[in-house]
């Protein structure tokens, strides 16, 4: 009995070094509140991005924008300003400027698909008699282009703007 007993203590006793040393990808790695470690890899919540989750998807338009914009075969304009600031919520953003649209501050839903696509839906707003709604999205890091529809006629005005 005892000649069994040694190599199965020996055994026994190698694969308790050899299992106990493996390392848990994910002992070292903090993915803050935003986020879960996967296989060494933060997987990030739905609003936020970054290597450790701890960006905002929003930030990207949060800014001064400035450019120009061109309503179908409407007016144009240069040198607009829009103030773009978070919202209440962290997939929302406010959008403002002072120049257009009676400087009424309009709202930003970010929105993101399946394939990691995204984009602000622009809800819709009021001036005056008049509905607007419309889109954003990020070109590059520092331009985004602004496309907003009146309701009443369907005409499109498309806004270029850059930091």
């Known amino acids: 009995m005892m000649k069994y007993f040694v190599p199965l203590f020996s055994l026994c006793l190698t694969l308790l070094l050899f299992t106990s040393c493996?390392?848990?990808p994910c002992?070292?790695?903090d993915c803050g509140t935003n986020g879960a470690c996967v296989e060494g890899v933060c997987a990030c919540d739905t609003f936020y991005e970054g290597?450790?989750?701890?960006?905002?998807?929003r930030e990207k338009y949060i800014g001064t924008w400035t450019g120009d914009f061109v309503c179908g075969n409407g007016p144009s304009a240069t040198?607009?300003?829009?103030?773009i600031t978070p919202g209440v919520e962290v997939s929302t953003?406010?959008?403002q400027s002072s120049q257009i649209y009676s400087n009424v501050q309009f709202l930003g839903t970010l929105l993101i698909s399946g394939f990691g696509e995204e984009g602000v839906e622009i809800e819709r707003f009021q001036v005056g008699i008049n509905?607007?709604?419309g889109f954003m999205e990020s070109i590059g890091e520092n331009s985004i282009r602004m496309t907003i529809i009146a309701e009443q006629t369907g005409d499109a005005c498309v806004f270029s703007l850059a930091r």
């Open 79 to 83: 040198g607009i300003i829009f103030e």
């Open 93 to 95: 953003i406010r959008i």
């Open 131 to 133: 509905g607007y709604s």
């Open 51 to 57: 290597e450790n989750c701890e960006l905002e998807r």
């Open 27 to 29: 002992d070292s790695l």
């Open 22 to 24: 493996e390392t848990d």
